[in-house]
């Protein structure tokens, strides 16, 4: 069982990597990076995108999003708010994005002249950090809200990210947030990567965020994360790679 399973495992990996790695190369012939956005739900992540698009399209930026969700259009049309083109992807009951289904509303939706193409993943920090989307960039956001010890909870999200985000910084003391403790945790799953604070009610680290992200659209370089993308299995037989890279006790 544990050898089929794993087999099954390897050949999910090496699909949906090759997909990626296809799917990179031909977005970058075209001049298009991709921002993959990960956290769990209610990290306030689609307030803060429609925030940056929206500042994007005042600066008559070429942006497009993805935003993806199991159901509903609701995210969408919050973001298109922005008057920036968005897409809703539903993903029918699937916790996550691969890169076979982007690949898919690129080719047949995609604005040309689009530079700069956010998705936002579906909200949960297990299954969309398992599989690359062909990212030029990905983003990890964390609401204060959520509690210190995340990054050590979920060292796979954590590991894996070029940028990490911290959300609703204006409620930093009401949920007695450590952000400290909070910036060490992240350190150690993922060392000398860049901890960024937002607050989207206020348009704090909008710029920033903004800043830094076309940044990387012109060449700059970006963190090397400690972990790569893995699929994961819903089995016990599963060895967590956060646990062999040792990251987690």
């Known amino acids: 069982m544990c050898d089929s399973v794993d087999e099954v495992t390897q050949a999910v990996l090496a699909k949906n990597d090759g997909l990626a790695a296809d799917l990179r190369d031909e977005l970058t012939r075209r001049g298009v990076s991709v921002v993959n956005l990960l956290s769990s739900p209610g990290s306030g992540k689609t307030e803060l995108l429609g925030r ?12 497009a999003a993805l935003t993806a969700d199991l159901a509903t259009d609701n995210d969408a049309d919050r973001l298109a708010r922005s008057g920036a083109p968005v897409k809703q992807l539903l993903t029918d009951g699937l916790c996550h994005l691969e890169a076979r289904q982007l690949r898919g509303h690129v080719e047949a939706w995609l604005p040309e002249g689009t530079s700069l193409l956010f998705v936002e993943n579906v909200g949960n920090l297990v299954c969309p950090a398992s599989y690359d989307l062909g990212e030029s960039l990905r983003i990890v956001l964390m609401a204060v809200t959520e509690g210190e010890d995340k990054p050590l909870k979920y060292p796979t999200a954590f590991g894996s990210a070029h940028l990490v985000v911290l959300t609703k910084t204006d409620l930093t003391g009401p949920a007695g947030f450590d952000e400290a403790a909070f910036e060490a945790n992240v350190q150690r799953v993922n060392p000398g990567v860049e901890v960024m604070r937002s607050c989207a009610r206020t348009g704090a680290g909008v710029d920033t965020l ?32 956060g646990a062999e890279a040792g990251l987690v006790p």
């Not at 940056?52 to 942006?63: F, G, I, K």
């Not at 060449?219 to 967590?240: E, K, N, S």
């Open 210 to 241: 903004l800043e830094r992200v076309l940044a990387v659209r012109d060449g700059a370089p970006v963190h090397r994360p400690p972990l790569a993308p893995r699929p994961h299995t819903h089995t016990h037989t599963h060895t967590y790679e």
């Open 52 to 63: 940056v698009l929206a500042r994007a399209v005042e600066r008559t930026l070429p942006v």
